[in-house]
């Protein structure tokens, strides 16, 4: 069965590096999105992506943050200057079409800023 | 705005009773209602979903949910536990003005005692 893949499963950096976590959703998906955990709290939304451009953004996601579908197949999240507070699991996620259609998850990168 | 709340971080039952989980959802708009289960060091995976169809939901693995418009409920439940059934879940609430991203409560740790 196909499935959402991530990596790295853990990305150790430290403050202020730049860190790129990739994604490769299923083959077919057009809708993607990253979410992010961190630890003891909820899965909160990052930005969702579809045409090659972001579709909505949340909040958190701020000059810092950035995604790009750059070869069709990757999907990619990148934090310019990571802080402290970045630390969390990140969750990649993908659907076929519009509405409400099943996301499926990636098993997460977790990041560890130092 | 929207928003998921889930009653009790932590459930816990034996093994062959009756696991309800609660899940209480605030949207101005017609929602679309999931839950998602979380096993250690996994990625989420889709239990059931709720469209707007018939308000009572079947899924995986013996789950059940029924939308109750009147209480702005979606609570999970499942006749009887069993060891697997351990692990995190979470209600999420999408809607069709907001990228369909998902909104999740904070989760319910489920603990099945033998």
């Known amino acids: 069965e196909p499935e959402v893949t991530q990596t790295p499963s853990h990305q150790v950096t430290q403050m202020g590096q730049e860190v790129i976590l990739r994604c490769v959703p299923i083959?077919?998906?057009?809708?993607f999105y990253w979410y992010r955990q961190i630890l003891g709290q909820k899965v909160e939304f990052l930005v969702s992506?579809?045409?090659?451009?972001?579709?909505?953004k949340s909040e958190i996601f701020d000059d810092q943050f950035s995604v790009e579908r750059p070869d069709g197949s990757n999907f990619t999240l990148k934090i310019r200057s990571t802080k402290l507070e970045d630390s969390a699991m990140y969750f990649c996620?993908?659907?076929?079409?519009?509405?409400?259609?099943?996301?499926?998850f990636g098993p997460g990168t977790r990041l560890t800023v130092l | 705005a929207q928003s998921v709340t889930q009653l009790g971080s932590h459930v816990s039952v034996s093994e062959g009773a009756l696991v309800l989980l609660r899940c209480n959802y605030s949207?101005?708009?017609?929602?679309?209602l999931f839950w998602y289960v979380q096993y250690p060091n996994q990625g989420l995976q889709l239990l059931l979903k709720?469209?707007?169809?018939?308000?009572l939901v079947k899924g995986i693995n013996g789950f059940e949910a029924e939308f109750k418009k009147s209480e702005t409920s979606f609570h999970l439940t499942k006749p009887s536990a069993h060891m697997s059934d351990a692990a995190e879940y979470f209600c999420?609430?999408?809607?069709?003005?907001?990228?369909?991203?998902?909104?999740f409560g904070s989760g319910t740790r489920l603990l099945v005692r033998p």
């Open positions: 996620a993908s659907k076929v079409q519009t509405g409400a259609d099943t996301q499926y």
């Open positions: 083959s077919n998906h057009l809708y």
């Open positions: 992506f579809y045409n090659n451009e972001i579709s909505e």
């Open positions: 949207s101005s708009v017609p929602p679309y």
């Open positions: 709720y469209t707007s169809a018939a308000t």
């Open positions: 999420a609430v999408s809607r069709m003005d907001s990228s369909y991203k998902l909104i």
